[in-house]
């Protein structure tokens, strides 16, 4: 079947890995940011700064202090969320009554900030981080080759979005926040401190960037600059699936990228542009999004 | 046109007349034509309140075409600009179409998206010969008469086109057209309400920013003679808000102000790696927590307390 359309089976299954491996980062990233939205009404543009931050405390841990993939993997994240969280109470807090428009340019130039600063002492060639020893391996499964690290970025992946999405849909503490996403006000007069939970959700989701970049360092070369074209792409992500519902950004995530390895393999030269062109057909038949509410 | 607005503009044409004699002629050509795009910018954000962070892809997209029509296909210098020009316009009618369905954040987003697909477009065809750029463009005589590669001529010529395309963006803010714009700013139920048909009016709102986008990518290529990917690049159409929003988003000379210093700043820290990035993202940062009418803004909140206490 594969030889008639003149595709080797090899290439047609690397493509969607590397497409389901894209479209966990797609699930993860447009996942922190539609949490980020839903509670702050902010578009964090800072989002790929932050997933690059990631990777690089990740590799500063491992070329400075020795500490190894297994503990970054927790601590780059909770590093990065901590900054997050002061980034939130220093910076974003003092915008709370105004159009989200300023959270929008703020975060941006606070993308600029990060990026610049990283590039002023990393400069724009990338550094390598390999693969944890205990994953360097693969399977042959007969079709392909796959080696145990990206398999492990799907599954990890997987779940922590579901994991995410369980917590908000059936905990205690995700009802809260669907609350406080509904009617702030509301919340904080039955004595829940609302504030808090804002720079706390805001950490979260910094967090799962930066979880994201650990988890791609080892895939991608560390560059200052990995997460700004990655950014723009889940923007897209996000306008394609609306940002009305958690579950809803991450199958999108994860279909985008599936359908963008597929277009490597049948029409390369799109690859590149493909989820644009689906970004621009969505909002011709459904401006708001596939999951998305009526604003 | 306001009575206040007419000795600082008088000022300023004054200044733009007598600046090569002063300054730099190449400097001051690239902030006249930041200076349109920030005011072409501006026509969309300050008086529409649409913000758009895809706006390099008319700058860009008009520079690659002027850039190809004067080199390839030969055109004279005045009908290249004139190319570049329309294609910034229709890439504007096609961009609006599609992003004015949405609104707010999400208006920034689609147009950020649709840039970058213009962005991997530029990269890929072979016109635009790639990360080469289309490169020694020539100059050319303007109406067969006058020579551009002297840079005062093309100064004169730059500064010339520069102060009409900001009298009829001047003009247009106040029109009656400009007056609908600022209503469906201020209050779009209400516009629609009274008749106006809201898209409409924000459609053209949008291909007149991205024409006048489009002239100043134009312009630009005819300077540098060079037409190249970071025209498209997303940092431009970051550089154009903050032009805007330190000049003063809404205000009529705030734009060309903000070029200036941006401009400016650019080329002071040019050399040092990137600490341009640096101080622009810290700008943005300080302009949205405590500087958000921006300069031109403030001092007229400053005048118009100071007007009220006395």
């Keep these: 079947m594969f030889e008639a359309l003149g595709i080797p089976p090899q290439a047609l299954f690397g493509q969607l890995l590397i497409g389901l491996i894209n479209g966990a980062f797609y699930a993860m990233l447009s996942l922190g940011l539609a949490l980020i939205f839903g509670l702050l009404n902010i578009i964090n543009f800072a989002h790929g700064a932050q997933y690059m931050m990631g990777a690089f405390v990740a590799w500063l841990m491992l070329s400075t202090l020795g500490i190894g993939y297994w503990p970054a993997l ?32 703020l975060t941006f130039g606070l993308a600029l900030v990060i990026e610049g600063i990283f590039r002023q002492i990393f400069g724009v060639s990338g550094q390598p981080y390999a693969p944890p020893a205990s994953l360097k391996g693969g399977y042959n499964l007969g079709f392909m080759f796959l080696p145990q690290y990206r398999a492990w970025v799907i599954v990890v992946s997987v779940v922590i979005c579901l994991g995410t999405w369980l917590v908000i849909e059936k905990t205690k503490l995700g009802a809260y926040l669907r609350a406080a996403t509904e009617n702030p006000t509301l919340v904080q007069a039955f004595g829940i401190n609302v504030p808090f939970m804002v720079t706390a959700t805001y950490g979260f989701g910094v967090a799962l960037a930066a ?84 604003a | ?45 300050g008086y529409v309140g649409l913000i758009s962070f895809g706006h390099a892809a008319f700058f860009g997209i008009a520079a690659y075409v002027t850039g190809h029509a004067a080199k390839v296909w030969g055109l004279p210098t005045e009908l290249a600009i004139l190319a570049g020009t329309l294609a910034g316009a229709i890439l504007g009618l096609i961009f609006g179409a599609l992003a004015i369905r949405r ?32 490169q020694a463009i020539p ?145 943005f940062v300080a302009c949205v927590l405590v500087f958000r009418h921006g300069i031109v803004g403030e001092i007229e909140r400053w005048r118009r307390r100071k007007a009220k206490r006395n």
């Excluded at chain 1, 996000?238 to 277009?263: D, N, P, Q």
């Excluded at chain 2, 707010?104 to 080469?132: K, N, R, S, W």
């Excluded at chain 2, 007149?208 to 060079?226: D, P």
Aim: with cysteine; hydrophobic share 60%; aromatic share 12%.
């Design chain 1, 74 to 105: 927790l601590l780059a994240p909770l590093v990065v969320g901590l900054f997050g969280m002061a980034t939130e109470r220093l910076l974003l807090r003092r915008l709370t009554k105004l159009d989200p428009i300023y959270g929008l340019l």
């Design chain 2, 1 to 45: 046109m306001n009575g206040s607005l007419r000795l600082p503009l008088l000022i300023l044409f004054v200044l733009g007349l007598v600046a090569p004699f002063l300054l730099y002629p190449i400097f001051l050509m690239k902030v006249l034509c930041f200076a349109l795009f920030a005011c072409a910018y501006n026509l969309l954000i």
């Design chain 2, 139 to 283: 100059r050319g005589t303007l109406l067969g008469l006058l020579d551009l590669n002297n840079q005062l001529v093309l100064y004169y010529f730059v500064f010339f086109v520069f102060v009409i395309a900001f009298a009829i963006i001047l003009r247009t803010v106040n029109s009656p057209f400009g007056q609908i714009l600022t209503a469906l700013r201020e209050n779009e139920t209400r516009a629609v309400s009274l008749g106006y048909r809201a898209d409409l009016y924000k459609l053209l709102a949008f291909v007149l920013s991205a024409t006048f986008s489009g002239l100043a990518g134009a312009l630009i290529t005819i300077v540098f003679q060079l037409a190249a990917l970071n025209n498209v690049h997303w940092h431009l159409s970051g550089e154009v808000v903050l032009m805007t929003l330190l000049g003063g988003m809404g205000t009529v000379i705030g734009p060309v102000v903000g070029a200036f210093v941006l401009v400016a700043i650019q080329n002071y820290f040019a050399q040092v790696g990137a600490w341009s990035t640096i101080i622009q993202g810290a700008i």
């Design chain 2, 103 to 134: 609104q707010g954040i999400y208006f920034a987003m689609v147009t950020l998206a649709l840039a970058q697909m213009v962005y991997f477009f530029c990269l890929q065809v072979p016109f635009t010969h790639g990360e080469d750029g289309i």
């Design chain 1, 211 to 294: 979880f994201a970049g650990v988890l791609a360092a080892p895939i991608y070369s560390l560059n200052p600059l990995m997460g700004s074209h990655l950014i723009i792409v889940v923007f897209a992500v996000v306008v394609i699936g609306g940002m009305g519902s958690i579950l809803g950004s991450i199958i999108t995530g994860f279909a985008l990228g599936i359908i963008e390895g597929l277009t490597k393999v049948f029409y390369p030269e799109a690859s590149n542009t493909v989820i644009f062109i689906i970004m621009a057909i969505v909002l011709l038949a459904k401006p708001t999004g596939l999951f998305g509410r009526a």
